[in-house]
C-alpha cells in the first residue's frame, strides 16, 4: 500500500513538474477561450465538458449520538445507531487511480465517506491524510483509468482574470459558477498560512473542496471558504492555491502527513502613524509583537520592535507576506532576512523550524486528562496551536464518550474556550468547572471547530436518587 501511495505521490509530483516553464501545451480550445474574453464574455462550456467528469462529490457519514433517555424510567437498550449522510463537498481527481483532493473540513470526523462521480457511480474513499493547517485533504479510490484535471499554476494569476468553480453547492451536483478574481495573497482570521485567492464566484456550502479553474482550464485553486453574514453567498469567497495544495499533497503522499516552518514571531502590520514612528517614509514590512524564547526567531537574534523588509531579498509589503513563505518552507531551510531595528537595516539569517515541534516537542505541557462528568479527554493545546489560532487558552478534545459533552454534539477536535462564565484556560481548569456545575440546568461552552466559533447548550442529567434515603 506504501509503495503504492508513493507512486502515486510520484505521478503528482509529475504533473506538477510539468508545468515548469509552462512547458504543457494548453488543453483544446484554451488559445480560444483565451482570445475569446478580449471581445466578449467567456463561453465555459467546452471547458465544463472537457473537464466536469474529473470533479466529484464527497459524501461524508457520521453516527449521530444517542438522544438522553427522559423521565425515570431505566434506560433502554438502543441499538446502534446507523451512520447518516451529515456533510457534502466537492473534489476532484488528480491521478487517474483514484487520488482526489479536497478541504480537510469536508471530511473531519468522517467515519465513511463515498465519492460520487459524474457517471453516477459510487465508490467508497480512503483518506490517505490531511494537513489542518492549509485545510488540504487527500482522498482516495480504488479505480483506474479516471478522468483527471489539469493542474495549473497560481503563481501566474492575477486579479480580474474570469475562473469557473464545479462543485455540489446545496447538493446540487456538478453546478458551474463563473467570476472573476477579486485579490490574492488574501490573510483571513486564523488562516494565516494560506495566501488565500479572492474570488466573487457564487460558492455555497457543498462547494467546498471544489476546482476552481482558469479560462484554460486548468485547477488553479480549491474553494474553501465564504465570509457570509447569512451563512449563505455574499460575494466574498475564497480559494487555497493550487501550489500550495499540491506541496502539501506531495508530503502527504509520500509520508502521510505535511510539516511547515516555524520562525517562531508574531507579528502586525504598520500603519503610517507606526511607520513614520520607525523611520519608514511609508508603511512596509512586518513588525515583530512577540519572539517565542528559544525559538528559530529568538536563535537567529530576531528581537521585539524589529521590521522585517524582506525575505532573502524580496520585499515584504506587510505581515501577511511573511506566514505563507515560512510556513511552506521545510524545517531546516535558511532564510536571509532584512530587518530595520533602531533606524538601521541588518541582515540576518535564520533557520527555519518545524511548527509544532519547539522547545516541547513530542511531549504534552500535561498529560491526557479524563473529565469523566463530561464524558470527555482533554489536552492543553501546545505553543504553536495557539499562536497559529490566536488563542490564549482552551483545551483541545482528544476523545468524546458518550455523554453530556457528546450529546452536546462535542467531538474530538473541538477546541473547548468557555464554560458557562468562566474561561477554559487548560485541561485542569475545565476539570474543576465541570466538578461545580450544576444538574439538570443547561449551561453555555464555547467551542471552536475549524473556522467557526459557537456556544452550545451543555447539560448534566439529574442525579439519581441513593437508595434508602428520603427524596
Same mark, same amino acid.
Do not use: C
Given at each position: 500500500?506504501?509503495?503504492?501511495?508513493?507512486?502515486?505521490?510520484?505521478?503528482?509530483?509529475?504533473?506538477?513538474?510539468?508545468?515548469?516553464?509552462?512547458?504543457?501545451?494548453?488543453?483544446?480550445?484554451?488559445?480560444?477561450?483565451?482570445?475569446?474574453?478580449?471581445?466578449?464574455? /467567456?463561453?465555459?462550456?467546452?471547458?465544463?465538458?472537457?473537464?466536469?467528469?474529473?470533479?466529484?462529490?464527497?459524501?461524508?457519514?457520521?453516527?449521530?449520538?444517542?438522544?438522553?433517555?427522559?423521565?425515570?424510567?431505566?434506560?433502554?437498550?438502543?441499538?446502534?445507531?446507523?451512520?447518516?449522510?451529515?456533510?457534502? $463537498?466537492?473534489?476532484?481527481?488528480?491521478?487517474?487511480?483514484?487520488?482526489?483532493?479536497?478541504?480537510?473540513?469536508?471530511?473531519?470526523? #468522517?467515519?465513511?465517506?463515498?465519492?460520487?462521480?459524474?457517471?453516477?457511480?459510487?465508490?467508497?474513499?480512503?483518506? !490517505?491524510?490531511?494537513?489542518?493547517?492549509?485545510?488540504?485533504?487527500?482522498?482516495?479510490?480504488?479505480?483506474?483509468?479516471?478522468?483527471?484535471? =489539469?493542474?495549473?499554476?497560481?503563481?501566474?494569476?492575477?486579479? $480580474?482574470?474570469?475562473?469557473?468553480?464545479?462543485?455540489?453547492?446545496?447538493?446540487?451536483?456538478?453546478?458551474?459558477?463563473?467570476?472573476?478574481?477579486?485579490?490574492?495573497?488574501?490573510?483571513?482570521?486564523?488562516?494565516?498560512?494560506?495566501?488565500?485567492?479572492?474570488?466573487?464566484?457564487?460558492?455555497?456550502?457543498?462547494?467546498?473542496?471544489? /476546482?476552481?479553474?482558469?479560462?484554460?482550464?486548468?485547477?488553479?485553486?480549491?474553494?474553501?471558504?465564504?465570509?457570509?453574514?447569512?451563512?449563505?453567498?455574499?460575494?466574498?469567497?475564497?480559494?487555497?492555491?493550487?501550489?500550495?495544495?499540491?506541496?502539501?499533497?506531495?508530503?502527504?503522499?509520500?509520508?502521510?502527513?505535511?510539516?511547515?516552518?516555524?520562525?517562531?514571531?508574531?507579528?502586525?502590520?504598520?500603519?503610517?502613524?507606526?511607520?513614520?514612528?520607525?523611520?519608514?517614509?511609508?508603511?512596509?514590512?512586518?513588525?515583530?509583537?512577540?519572539?517565542?524564547?528559544? &525559538?528559530? #526567531?529568538?536563535?537567529?537574534?530576531?528581537?521585539?520592535?524589529?521590521?522585517?523588509?524582506?525575505?532573502?531579498?524580496?520585499?515584504?509589503?506587510?505581515? #501577511?507576506?511573511?506566514?505563507?513563505?515560512? &510556513?511552506?518552507?521545510?524545517?531546516?531551510? !535558511?532564510?536571509?532576512?532584512?530587518?530595520?531595528?533602531?533606524?538601521?537595516?541588518?541582515?540576518?539569517?535564520?533557520? !527555519?523550524?518545524?511548527?509544532?515541534?519547539?522547545?516541547?516537542?513530542?511531549?504534552?505541557?500535561?498529560?491526557?486528562?479524563?473529565?469523566?462528568?463530561?464524558?470527555?479527554?482533554?489536552?492543553?493545546?501546545?505553543?504553536?496551536?495557539?499562536?497559529?489560532?490566536?488563542?490564549?487558552?482552551?483545551?483541545?478534545?482528544?476523545?468524546?464518550?458518550?455523554?453530556?459533552?457528546?450529546?452536546?454534539?462535542?467531538?474530538?477536535?473541538?477546541?473547548?474556550?468557555?464554560?458557562?462564565?468562566?474561561?477554559?484556560?487548560?485541561?485542569?481548569?475545565?476539570?474543576?468547572?465541570?466538578?461545580?456545575?450544576?444538574?439538570?440546568?443547561?449551561?453555555?461552552?464555547?467551542?471552536?471547530?475549524?473556522?467557526?466559533? =459557537?456556544?452550545?447548550?451543555?447539560?448534566?442529567?439529574?442525579?439519581?436518587?441513593?437508595?434508602?434515603?428520603?427524596?
Amino acid at each position: 500500500m506504501l509503495d503504492n501511495i508513493q507512486r502515486i505521490g510520484l505521478v503528482l509530483g509529475l504533473a506538477w513538474a510539468g508545468l515548469a516553464g509552462a512547458a504543457d501545451p494548453a488543453p483544446p480550445g484554451a488559445e480560444a477561450a483565451t482570445t475569446q474574453h478580449v471581445h466578449a464574455l /467567456p463561453d465555459f462550456s467546452a471547458l465544463v465538458r472537457r473537464q466536469g467528469p474529473a470533479v466529484v462529490n464527497v459524501r461524508v457519514y457520521r453516527s449521530k449520538p444517542e438522544e438522553p433517555t427522559e423521565g425515570h424510567e431505566p434506560p433502554r437498550k438502543q441499538p446502534l445507531q446507523p451512520q447518516r449522510e451529515s456533510g457534502l $463537498g466537492s473534489g476532484f481527481v488528480v491521478a487517474p487511480n483514484g487520488v482526489i483532493l479536497t478541504n480537510r473540513h469536508v471530511v473531519a470526523g #468522517a467515519e465513511k465517506i463515498t465519492v460520487r462521480f459524474a457517471d453516477k457511480r459510487e465508490l467508497p474513499a480512503t483518506i !490517505v491524510g490531511v494537513d489542518p493547517l492549509t485545510d488540504v485533504a487527500v482522498l482516495k479510490v480504488e479505480a483506474e483509468n479516471l478522468a483527471t484535471v =489539469s493542474l495549473g499554476d497560481s503563481s501566474q494569476l492575477q486579479v $480580474g482574470q474570469w475562473v469557473l468553480a464545479i462543485g455540489a453547492p446545496l447538493g446540487l451536483e456538478r453546478t458551474a459558477t463563473q467570476g472573476i478574481i477579486s485579490a490574492l495573497g488574501r490573510a483571513l482570521p486564523n488562516d494565516s498560512y494560506v495566501p488565500f485567492i479572492q474570488t466573487d464566484v457564487p460558492i455555497n456550502p457543498g462547494n467546498s473542496g471544489g /476546482p476552481l479553474f482558469d479560462l484554460a482550464g486548468r485547477v488553479v485553486g480549491i474553494n474553501s471558504q465564504i465570509v457570509s453574514n447569512s451563512g449563505g453567498y455574499m460575494g466574498l469567497s475564497f480559494a487555497i492555491p493550487i501550489n500550495t495544495a499540491v506541496a502539501v499533497a506531495k508530503q502527504i503522499l509520500a509520508q502521510g502527513h505535511a510539516t511547515h516552518g516555524w520562525l517562531g514571531v508574531s507579528t502586525q502590520e504598520l500603519t503610517l502613524e507606526l511607520a513614520q514612528a520607525y523611520g519608514l517614509e511609508a508603511p512596509r514590512g512586518a513588525l515583530i509583537t512577540e519572539v517565542r524564547p528559544e &525559538g528559530p #526567531a529568538e536563535r537567529a537574534g530576531l528581537q521585539l520592535g524589529d521590521i522585517i523588509l524582506a525575505l532573502d531579498d524580496v520585499a515584504v509589503t506587510d505581515s #501577511a507576506d511573511l506566514p505563507p513563505i515560512i &510556513g511552506a518552507s521545510q524545517p531546516g531551510t !535558511v532564510h536571509l532576512l532584512t530587518v530595520l531595528r533602531d533606524g538601521k537595516v541588518e541582515r540576518l539569517q535564520a533557520k !527555519v523550524g518545524e511548527l509544532g515541534q519547539g522547545v516541547d516537542a513530542g511531549k504534552r505541557s500535561t498529560p491526557l486528562l479524563a473529565v469523566e462528568r463530561l464524558g470527555l479527554k482533554v489536552s492543553d493545546l501546545d505553543a504553536a496551536t495557539r499562536q497559529v489560532l490566536a488563542l490564549h487558552g482552551g483545551v483541545l478534545v482528544e476523545e468524546a464518550a458518550p455523554g453530556p459533552a457528546a450529546t452536546a454534539g462535542i467531538q474530538a477536535g473541538d477546541i473547548l474556550l468557555k464554560l458557562g462564565r468562566a474561561q477554559v484556560d487548560n485541561a485542569a481548569k475545565l476539570l474543576e468547572l465541570a466538578a461545580q456545575l450544576p444538574s439538570d440546568r443547561p449551561v453555555p461552552l464555547l467551542v471552536k471547530r475549524q473556522d467557526n466559533t =459557537s456556544f452550545v447548550t451543555l447539560t448534566l442529567p439529574k442525579a439519581e436518587p441513593v437508595a434508602g434515603t428520603a427524596k
